[in-house]
Structures are given as structure tokens and as C-alpha cells.
């Protein structure tokens, strides 16, 4: 109660502050982007003007912190920081946002090699780790991200600067060759405890992995009408459907699988996907798929307290065999909200954005450990819950992010927003 009370005054007088000072048409009383341009640093590489974004931040200082033996930076957090960057352009008109997403994007292609995959990490000697088991050169988790900055940043410097989205362009087409090798996979299924696999998803069935290339993929053929594009976001989308589990009435209701028989929060985009490939495709099945799991799979699962993992077991029933409570992280927040508030602007249901504000609420203290895990003065993001009575303080680049990135939308849509304020009233 005492934390929720400390940010709805918080919230009261930035919402006045920002009507005396003419607030954009959005009003972001809550987004503030003050810790994550600390972590911002342009630099050059090559003699090119870039940026990268500082991987971690600890308590109580939250001075930069490097990754051990891995480096200062990665396309993970600069694609994603980007993606939010982009986004904060768009609905608050912020020019420097989109500068910074540009310089992002760019040390993003600096680390794409000449076959179009990515390497993730810079050291701090500014030479790319390029044999690093979270770095080396590959069609897994930094690619997906940075195709999804490199998508989104084509979506929307087509009109603004047709010049540079031409080079983004270029860019997503030298990744083409790699998805078709992937897709050669399709249709094959592989059984994995009892549970269908689709081979042709990244790290053979990771939907998780996938569903984030597929936002980058979509926002680009949103743009360009690229047919070869939407042919992939088809084939794709029957691989994520494939990993939906259950319906309205029968346990565990619409849920997507992450990665062969186990769910996890964080990095589930599978919704959000699925949703915005339906209505660039006409598809309302993959619609319908996305709207089965946020009706039914997200309510229950804020009713269990937004545990961070499932393994499922199949015999006569699906049934859990292992939960892991913890940790929770905003990575595993964001992903519904986005897909919550993507089916409220498809379908019109304000059910969708009044689930994303209750969604959000988690940042504010709606959680196991009854914790602020975001901080509206600073912009911090909390690195995770870890128990019932503990909570990790650190601010790294990810949490941070991917609060703001959530708290971001939901402050854009009026339903959503009145729905997370009605809770910091309480």
C-alpha cells in the first residue's frame, strides 16, 4: 500500500508538472528514460558514429558493469533498446529517441557479418567477440533481435530517411539465405515427451527465439509488402500455433510453449506475433490462437502469481511436473502486455488493454514480493524478484528496457493506462 501510495503521488504531480509545461498529445508520466541514457555511449567504431548500451548496473551506485569475458555491449540490448527508442519516437515525436535508435541499429549492422549473421558482444577494446558461447556468429536469439531492430527501424525511417531504410533493407536481405535453410526444415515435427516439435522454428521448436525474428520480420513486411517476407511469416506462424497447448475450457487454456515441452515468461512473444502476422496476412485463425492465450492462459496465470517456468507432462492430460516460481523479470512482463495491447487495436476490445494495465501493475507492487520493480523518478528497471522476500536491485540494461518498453505502450493507450492508475489509487 505504501509503495503504491508513494507513486500515485509521484504520478499526481508529474501528470500536473506536465500540464503546465504543454505535454505531447501522450502524456508519459511514468516513462522516464533518465537510466537508460546513462547506459547509452556513442563511441565509433571503424571511424562510423555508433552507440552501444552498457549491459549491467548494480546497486547502489549504478555505475556501468561489464559482462565477464564477454564484453561491454551486445546487439540483445542495443536491438531492444532500439526497438524502444523507435517506438518512443513515434508516440512522443522524441528526435533524439530516434537519433539514438539509429546509432543503435547501426552498431547493430556493425556486428552483422557479410553472410548476414550476427555476432553479439564487444569488448571493451571495441573488437567484436566472435568466439564466445553468447556471441559467436549464428541464426539464434541475437540475430532474432537484430533482425527485429532492423525491421522496425525499415518500418519507420521509410518515410523519414528512404535513403537509410534502403541500407536497413539490404541489411534483413542478407538474413534471407539463412531462413531459407531453416525453412527447408518445414513441415517436420519431432515428438519430445509426448509433445510435437516444429523443426523449422529457431534452435529446432524455440517459438520463444522465433516470435521475436517474427516481430522483426512482420514490421518489415508491414512496410514493404515484400512477398517473400510474408511467405516466411506464414510458414513461421503454423510453427508457433503448433506449440499452443490446450483451449478456453482445458488446462493450461491457449498457452504457447517456449521450447519443446517447457514455457517460460520471458521472451514470450508468441501472442504478440501471432496477433500482428494474423492482420498483416488476413489470417484470423493466428488471431484467434493469440486471443485464446491472453483470455485465458495470462488471467491464470496472474492468478499462480506470474511464475517464471513450466515443464508439462503429457499422459491421458497435460499436467505441470515441474514449476519454478522464480525468478520473475520484466522480460517476462512485457511480452503479454505488447500482445494484450496489440489485440486491443485489432479487435477493439477493451478487455485486451484493461488486462495490459492490470499486467502492468506487476511493476508497482502486484507480485509475490508485494516490490516496486520499476522506479518512475528514475527510469530504473529492477533486475527480477527472487523470492517472496527478496528482490535483486541491480538496474541492468534488459530489466530496464523492457519496463519501460511496457510501461511505455501502456501509458500510450487510454484504456490500458486508467486501468494501471485505478491500481496506484489504491
Same mark, same amino acid.
Given at each position: 500500500?505504501?509503495?503504491?501510495?508513494?507513486?500515485?503521488?509521484?504520478?499526481?504531480?508529474?501528470?500536473?508538472?506536465?500540464?503546465?509545461?504543454?505535454?505531447?498529445?501522450?502524456?508519459?508520466?511514468?516513462?522516464?528514460?533518465?537510466?537508460?541514457?546513462?547506459?547509452?555511449?556513442?563511441?565509433? @567504431?571503424?571511424?562510423?558514429?555508433?552507440?552501444? !548500451?552498457?549491459?549491467?548496473?548494480?546497486?547502489? /551506485?549504478?555505475?556501468?558493469?561489464?559482462?565477464?569475458?564477454? #564484453?561491454?555491449?551486445?546487439?540483445?540490448?542495443?536491438?531492444?533498446?532500439?526497438?524502444?527508442?523507435?517506438?518512443?519516437?513515434?508516440?512522443?515525436?522524441?528526435?533524439?529517441?530516434?537519433?539514438?535508435?539509429?546509432?543503435?541499429?547501426?552498431?547493430?549492422?556493425?556486428?552483422?557479418?557479410?553472410?548476414?549473421?550476427?555476432?553479439?558482444?564487444?569488448?571493451?577494446?571495441?573488437?567484436?567477440?566472435?568466439?564466445?558461447?553468447?556471441?559467436?556468429?549464428?541464426?539464434?536469439?541475437?540475430?532474432?533481435?537484430?533482425?527485429?531492430?532492423?525491421?522496425? #527501424?525499415?518500418?519507420?525511417?521509410?518515410?523519414?530517411?528512404?535513403?537509410?531504410?534502403?541500407?536497413?533493407?539490404?541489411?534483413?536481405?542478407?538474413?534471407?539465405?539463412?531462413?531459407?535453410?531453416?525453412?527447408?526444415?518445414?513441415?517436420?515435427?519431432?515428438?519430445?515427451?509426448?509433445?510435437?516439435?516444429?523443426?523449422?522454428?529457431?534452435?529446432?521448436?524455440?517459438?520463444?527465439?522465433?516470435?521475436?525474428?517474427?516481430?522483426?520480420?512482420?514490421?518489415?513486411?508491414?512496410?514493404?509488402?515484400?512477398?517473400?517476407?510474408?511467405?516466411?511469416?506464414?510458414?513461421?506462424?503454423?510453427?508457433?500455433?503448433?506449440?499452443?497447448?490446450?483451449?478456453?475450457?482445458?488446462?493450461?487454456?491457449?498457452?504457447?510453449?517456449?521450447?519443446?515441452?517447457?514455457?517460460?515468461?520471458?521472451?514470450?512473444?508468441?501472442?504478440?506475433?501471432?496477433?500482428?502476422?494474423?492482420?498483416?496476412?488476413?489470417?484470423?485463425?493466428?488471431?484467434?490462437?493469440?486471443?485464446?492465450?491472453?483470455?485465458?492462459?495470462?488471467?491464470?496465470?496472474?492468478?499462480?502469481?506470474?511464475?517464471?517456468?513450466?515443464?508439462?507432462?503429457?499422459?491421458?492430460?497435460?499436467?505441470?511436473?515441474?514449476?519454478?516460481?522464480?525468478?520473475? !523479470?520484466?522480460?517476462?512482463?512485457?511480452?503479454?502486455?505488447?500482445?494484450?495491447?496489440?489485440?486491443?487495436?485489432?479487435?477493439?476490445?477493451?478487455?485486451?488493454?484493461?488486462?495490459?494495465?492490470?499486467?502492468?501493475?506487476?511493476?508497482?507492487?502486484?507480485?509475490?514480493?508485494?516490490?516496486?520493480?520499476?522506479?518512475?523518478?528514475?527510469?530504473?528497471?529492477? /533486475?527480477?524478484?527472487?523470492?517472496?522476500?527478496?528482490?535483486?536491485?541491480?538496474?541492468?540494461?534488459?530489466?530496464?528496457?523492457?519496463?519501460?518498453?511496457? @510501461?511505455?505502450?501502456?501509458?500510450?493507450?487510454?484504456?490500458?493506462?486508467?486501468?494501471?492508475?485505478?491500481?496506484?489509487?489504491?
Amino acid at each position: 500500500m505504501k509503495v503504491r501510495l508513494a507513486i500515485f503521488v509521484c504520478f499526481s504531480f508529474l501528470i500536473f508538472f506536465a500540464c503546465e509545461n504543454s505535454p505531447p498529445e501522450v502524456a508519459l508520466d511514468l516513462v522516464h528514460f533518465a537510466h537508460l541514457n546513462h547506459l547509452y555511449e556513442e563511441i565509433a @567504431l571503424d571511424g562510423k558514429d555508433m552507440a552501444i !548500451i552498457h549491459i549491467y548496473s548494480e546497486y547502489p /551506485d549504478y555505475k556501468w558493469v561489464d559482462a565477464q569475458d564477454e #564484453g561491454i555491449a551486445c546487439v540483445d540490448d542495443a536491438a531492444r533498446a532500439a526497438v524502444l527508442y523507435l517506438r518512443h519516437y513515434e508516440i512522443a515525436n522524441d528526435t533524439t529517441s530516434l537519433r539514438r535508435a539509429r546509432r543503435l541499429i547501426d552498431f547493430c549492422r556493425h556486428l552483422q557479418a557479410e553472410d548476414g549473421l550476427f555476432y553479439n558482444f564487444l569488448f571493451a577494446d571495441h573488437h567484436i567477440n566472435r568466439d564466445g558461447k553468447t556471441s559467436f556468429k549464428s541464426l539464434g536469439w541475437w540475430s532474432a533481435r537484430g533482425i527485429w531492430a532492423l525491421g522496425e #527501424g525499415y518500418r519507420v525511417f521509410r518515410q523519414r530517411d528512404p535513403r537509410y531504410a534502403e541500407i536497413l533493407k539490404s541489411h534483413l536481405e542478407k538474413t534471407f539465405a539463412h531462413i531459407d535453410t531453416l525453412l527447408r526444415h518445414y513441415p517436420e515435427v519431432d515428438t519430445v515427451a509426448e509433445f510435437p516439435s516444429p523443426k523449422w522454428l529457431l534452435y529446432n521448436s524455440a517459438a520463444d527465439a522465433t516470435s521475436e525474428l517474427l516481430l522483426g520480420l512482420a514490421a518489415y513486411a508491414q512496410a514493404s509488402g515484400d512477398e517473400r517476407v510474408k511467405h516466411y511469416l506464414k510458414i513461421f506462424a503454423e510453427g508457433l500455433s503448433a506449440m499452443q497447448l490446450g483451449d478456453a475450457k482445458t488446462f493450461p487454456y491457449g498457452l504457447f510453449r517456449s521450447w519443446r515441452n517447457i514455457w517460460h515468461g520471458w521472451a514470450n512473444s508468441q501472442a504478440h506475433a501471432l496477433a500482428i502476422i494474423g492482420e498483416l496476412l488476413d489470417e484470423e485463425k493466428l488471431v484467434s490462437a493469440a486471443k485464446l492465450e491472453a483470455s485465458h492462459f495470462y488471467p491464470d496465470w496472474i492468478t499462480k502469481g506470474f511464475p517464471r517456468e513450466f515443464e508439462f507432462a503429457r499422459d491421458d492430460s497435460i499436467w505441470i511436473r515441474r514449476t519454478e516460481q522464480y525468478s520473475q !523479470i520484466a522480460y517476462a512482463i512485457r511480452p503479454p502486455i505488447l500482445a494484450a495491447l496489440a489485440l486491443h487495436r485489432i479487435t477493439h476490445e477493451d478487455r485486451f488493454a484493461e488486462l495490459a494495465g492490470e499486467l502492468a501493475t506487476w511493476f508497482f507492487g502486484n507480485n509475490s514480493a508485494r516490490a516496486q520493480m520499476y522506479d518512475p523518478r528514475t527510469g530504473r528497471g529492477f /533486475d527480477g524478484i527472487l523470492s517472496a522476500n527478496e528482490i535483486n536491485n541491480n538496474a541492468g540494461a534488459e530489466s530496464t528496457i523492457e519496463a519501460l518498453y511496457a @510501461l511505455l505502450e501502456v501509458e500510450a493507450n487510454a484504456i490500458a493506462r486508467r486501468t494501471l492508475l485505478r491500481y496506484l489509487e489504491q
